[in-house]
DNA sequence: CCCTGATTCGC
DNA sequence: GCGAATCAGG
């Protein structure tokens, strides 16, 4: 996808309106967040209201990893020579009070049926439905030690064979805890 | 771990 | 100009 006039200008209304890049990035779609926030620099409208979070931090400086370019070659950065020009800062410290933070959209909760992009990795990737289907979800709930809810689990896992063994560590438990 | 924006730099 | 990789932080 290109940055068009009408995908920039929607880009600039919902970064207007205080949502995040991500968000930005998946209502747009075909994009990354990291293209957002390029975008957004490249527009120079960074830097909203900022709510609480002055974010102040020194210049990074050259970035020290290597490189592994798409034919497999590997790129060393350049030693960066050191020009620490750091510069006075003076902190506007404006906190207008006419100008408030908007609230950030909610977040999806855990429990309810995932698409593909909004299962995490900690949901249950329990597939529901016919994948060609375009309601097709994965069941979402919370996932425990893997990537299947506990009741999911417990079908995608068959144990090999029966237990029989139940009952007596049932009465071990019962001896040892109580 | 989830998320946020900021920055660098090869393309 | 673009955006992945990375950083720094909540």
């Known amino acids: 996808m290109s940055w068009t006039e009408e995908r920039v200008s929607v880009l600039k209304k919902l970064w207007a309106e205080g949502h995040s890049a991500s968000q930005i990035a998946k209502q747009l779609g075909g994009v990354t967040r990291n293209a957002v926030i390029g975008k957004v620099h490249r527009l120079g409208l960074s830097g909203r209201a900022t709510p609480s979070r002055p974010v102040k931090r020194p210049p990074r400086l050259a970035r020290p990893k290597p490189r592994v370019m798409p034919d497999g070659s590997v790129k060393q950065a350049a030693p960066a020579p050191t020009t620490e020009t750091m510069e006075p800062r003076t902190a506007p410290e404006r906190a207008p009070a006419d100008i408030m933070a908007p609230l950030p959209p909610l977040q999806q909760a855990d429990g309810e049926p995932a698409s593909i992009l909004t299962l995490r990795d900690s949901m249950c990737k329990w597939p ?11 069941c979402g709930r919370k996932a425990d030690c893997g990537p299947y809810c506990a009741e999911h689990a417990k079908v995608a896992f068959q144990p090999a064979r029966k237990r029989d063994t139940r009952k007596g560590e049932y009465d071990y438990v019962r001896r040892i805890a109580g």
């Not at 529901?128 to 994965?138: L, Q």
């Open 128 to 138: 529901i439905g016919d994948p060609a289907d375009p309601k097709f979800a994965f």
